[in-house]
């Protein structure tokens, strides 16, 4: 019987029976994890999803992921740490982020479980990642970063207390931990409950909330020095045109407001995405 993985309480409730897999509610904090957590065997799941199909679809996604995803992170890098330095990232995928932080002026270093994705960053951004499933001894002893990074992971790990002690270890002492993960209390799970992609995603191991992440990152020693969540504008039409409620609403609706919608969500908390850019705790 697997307790929770943030506050260890035993008890907990059958959120959704899935065909491959349960997922449960924490009695406590109410955080939703996969039923037997500690028997995942993660390594198989991670080789079975990430195959030559999966880099194929980052293929065709790519110049989006540039311009939404990879950018803004990098962004956040410059607004957040101070010193450009030695750069982490874990599970690095396709590479858009990491080449564009290279060309930021880091020196990088990417970790990265999928053989195909690794061959595909080589390729085509000339990035040589470690292609291994995450764990710290793939550095030597005393080894550090100025900036860890890990973007849409932290659900994929089915052990995060431990993860974030590893990535602790590794960070300098004034270093910074950037990350984003999916929201809990995104409009996306709002309008589709248990059918929304995000929880159906066998690989999606822990669905968290702005709560949850502060206490992680309390119980694990971390300042947090920002935490928000994140609508992008492409996001937010996807998210509307799957709701049939406002199909029709949202031909006419007003590029005013739909921005004004999404300012709303992310304020109200309600984001696809949570962000996170932590430092060690100073007593
Ligand atoms: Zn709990």
């Known amino acids: 019987m697997t307790s929770c993985p943030i506050c260890e309480e035993a008890e907990s409730k059958l959120y959704y029976r899935y065909p491959r897999f349960n997922l449960m509610k924490c009695s406590g904090c109410e955080v939703i994890y996969r039923e ?34 990879a950018s803004f992170n990098t962004m956040l890098l410059d607004m957040f740490v101070q010193k450009k330095g030695k750069l982490l990232e874990i599970g690095s995928g396709t590479g858009e982020f990491l080449w564009l932080a290279r060309e930021a002026g880091w020196e990088v270093t990417g970790v990265e479980p999928s053989a195909v994705a690794c061959e595909y960053a080589n390729h ?8 291994e ?12 970063f100025d900036a860890i990074v890990f973007w849409h992971v932290l659900e994929h790990i ?25 929201n809990l209390h995104s409009l996306t799970n709002a309008i589709l409950g248990t059918a929304s992609p995000i929880l159906v995603e066998e690989d999606h191991l822990c669905h968290y909330a702005k ?4 206490q992680l990152m ?18 937010l039409e996807r998210d509307l045109q799957l709701n049939p409620a406002v199909q029709g609403y949202l031909t006419n ?27 060690h705790r100073h007593e």
Do not use: C
Request: proline share 4%; no cysteine; glycine share 8%.
């Open 133 to 144: 499933i995450w764990h710290e001894s793939i550095f030597e002893q005393g080894e550090s």
């Open 36 to 69: 037997s957590l500690e028997s995942v065997q993660h390594d198989q799941l991670i080789r079975d999803i990430y195959d030559e199909n999966w880099v194929a679809m980052r293929d065709r996604y790519a110049v989006n992921t540039l311009r939404e995803h």
């Open 253 to 279: 609706m007003r590029e005013t407001e739909k921005i004004k919608m999404m300012i709303g969500l992310q304020a109200g908390w309600h984001g696809h995405e949570i962000f996170g850019i932590v430092g």
């Open 124 to 131: 085509r951004y000339g990035l040589a990642l470690h292609n």
């Open 218 to 235: 309390s119980l694990n020693g971390y300042d947090i020095i920002s935490l928000f969540s994140r609508e992008e504008p492409s996001r």
């Open 211 to 214: 709560e949850h992440i502060e």
């Open 158 to 182: 089915p052990n995060p207390k431990s993860f974030l002690k590893q990535v602790k270890r590794l960070l300098k002492p004034e270093g910074r931990v950037l990350f984003s993960l999916p």
